[in-house]
């Protein structure tokens, strides 16, 4: 099936996820648009010369006109995190390029998936949601699934046990008031922590797990990567590569994705990561995965702290 995938931004994140993207089976046609004309031709060459590997892939360097009819956007535009920095100190900056790039490509794709992964994510999301005016349906923020996919790594690791068999997850912002519903974590169909309580008396775990270090993995991870080597990229790609084969499959599926929220566990008008079901229609609502007070408490608390940010910008 012909598919076209639109990319906006060259940088690590964009040119890393039009390059996993070309390796796989999402599209047949991917577009890569970034204001640096020459960067966007130069990775789009060094892209095509690894596609004789697999069938045939249009991969092309365009403007916003060739948007056109695409199946989704990715919109990667925006200046990427410095070591140190919050994704929150980014808002305005980036909600001022999104401002400049959305009538642009909403013009030439008005029917397309819009995936939104520019820092911060989640004020990201809420912008163009206003900027745009596309319906609701059409916008997905890549929110907490890596996030999420950190949290499984780090709880593979400790248990030793494939990632896929674990279903724990993040939910809030992405960011530094995300938060991991421990109510709803699972192994293999066992609340984790009657797993725990199993490996640990087979001897094949010695220490349980430690909440809040788990949660400071998948919050500070991140920045330590961009402190090691400028920017984080490939768990990025992988990610939002997960959102759109969702989104191209012949099912719905379920996922921690970035929207807005409508009175879900009592928060309205803000963007932020709980379970989602997306699909070939984009997004479809959310899932009342039942919280504990503690829980539901924290999401408020993240939804507080993403309007507070998007009450001091310009919109």
Request: aromatic content about 6%; glycine content about 8%; overall charge negative.
């Amino acid at each position: 099936m012909s598919r076209k995938v639109t990319v906006i931004g060259a940088g690590n994140v964009g040119a890393t996820i039009a390059y996993t993207m070309s390796l796989g089976d999402i599209a047949s046609e991917i577009v890569l648009i970034d204001i640096n004309r020459e960067k966007v031709e130069g990775e789009v060459m060094d892209i095509v010369q690894g596609t004789s590997f697999r069938e045939p892939i249009s991969v092309t360097a365009g403007d916003y006109a060739d948007a056109a009819d695409s199946d989704i956007v990715i919109i990667t535009s925006g200046l990427g995190r410095k070591p140190g920095q919050s994704r929150i100190e980014l808002a305005q900056t980036n909600v001022d390029i999104l401002k400049q790039i959305t009538p642009q490509i909403v013009a030439a794709a008005p029917k397309a998936l819009y995936v939104l992964v520019s820092n911060p994510v989640d004020i990201i999301t809420y912008a163009f949601t206003k900027i745009s005016g596309l319906p609701e349906s059409q916008i997905i923020g890549s929110g907490t699934i890596l996030d999420t996919a950190r949290l499984r790594y780090d709880l593979s690791n400790h248990f030793q046990i494939a990632q896929k068999n674990i279903h724990a997850y993040v939910y809030g912002e992405h960011g530094d008031t995300s938060f991991i519903p421990w109510s709803c974590a699972y192994i293999s169909g066992c609340r984790l922590g009657d797993f725990e309580d199993m490996m640990i008396k087979r001897g094949a775990v010695t220490e349980r797990i430690d909440p809040e270090q788990t949660l400071r993995y998948v919050q500070k991870s991140g920045g330590e990567i961009i402190a090691k080597k400028g920017a984080t990229f490939y768990a990025v790609s992988a990610s939002v590569n997960k959102i759109c084969h969702a989104l191209v499959a012949a099912f719905d599926s379920v996922a921690t994705v970035s929207s807005m929220m409508h009175g879900e566990y009592g928060i309205e008008d803000v963007c932020l990561s709980t379970m989602t079901i997306i699909g070939p229609e984009g997004i479809k609502g959310k899932v009342p995965t039942p919280l504990t007070q503690e829980e539901i408490s924290k999401l408020h608390a993240s939804a507080n702290a993403l309007k507070a940010v998007i009450q001091s910008l310009k919109i």
